[in-house]
């Protein structure tokens, strides 16, 4: 009996070190975080009321638009931010930048409330819709209207003219709209609130 005891007491034991030292750890770390969040006039409690005004999500925030540099790469390298491009149709091929935030006047938060948030798409909405598009090209795609709807005039009344290249180019648009390879012509991306 006095065995059994004395190995539950040296568990106890053991197991109150190990919970002391993940307790002393987890103090260093929230400390070094406190320190080096801090602004000019107190340091930043991690585990107090306010968060941080750069932590805000978008809901809280009224952000710029990403500047368009249009492939100017040493306008972008002068600014250290900024698009060289837009819009794109994997999350590989979107570029991303910073942008100036500033939180709205009745959110209350620690820090200042104007800075840089990185991490921004470069992508632009327009009044273009995938649906609407795609429904103009099966419908009355022979006319040319889907080009028309894109913006991309020129090939429209060649398509328009021809009655859709006798019904082959009708077919063809059809299909690239599918695949995505016909897109608008300003650069745009597919507005997603339809």
């Known amino acids: 009996m006095d065995l ?23 103090q260093q770390v929230s400390g070094a975080v406190a320190l080096t969040r801090s602004d000019s006039a107190n340091n930043y409690r991690i585990w107090g009321p306010k968060v941080l005004c750069s932590m805000l999500p978008e809901d809280f925030l009224e952000c710029n638009k990403p500047i368009d540099h249009k492939d100017n790469k040493t306008a972008k390298e002068e600014k250290g931010y900024g698009c060289l491009k837009f819009g794109g149709l994997n999350y590989e091929d979107v570029e991303h930048t910073k942008v100036l935030c500033t939180v709205f006047s009745d959110i209350d938060c620690h820090g ?21 598009t795609l429904l103009y090209s099966l419908l009355l795609g022979f006319l040319g209207m889907d080009r028309f709807c894109l913006g991309q005039t020129g090939t429209a009344v060649g398509k328009l003219l021809t009655l859709g290249g006798i019904g082959v180019w009708w077919v063809v648009d059809i299909v690239l709209l599918l695949t995505n390879r016909l897109t608008p012509e300003d650069g745009s991306n597919w507005n997603p609130y339809v």
């Open 112 to 132: 200042p409330r104007t800075f840089m948030r990185d991490g921004v798409p470069c992508i632009r909405y327009s009044e273009h819709y995938f649906l609407t």
């Open 4 to 26: 059994i005891l004395y190995l539950f007491m040296t568990m106890m034991l053991k197991l109150t070190y190990a919970i002391q030292a993940r307790s002393d750890r987890e």
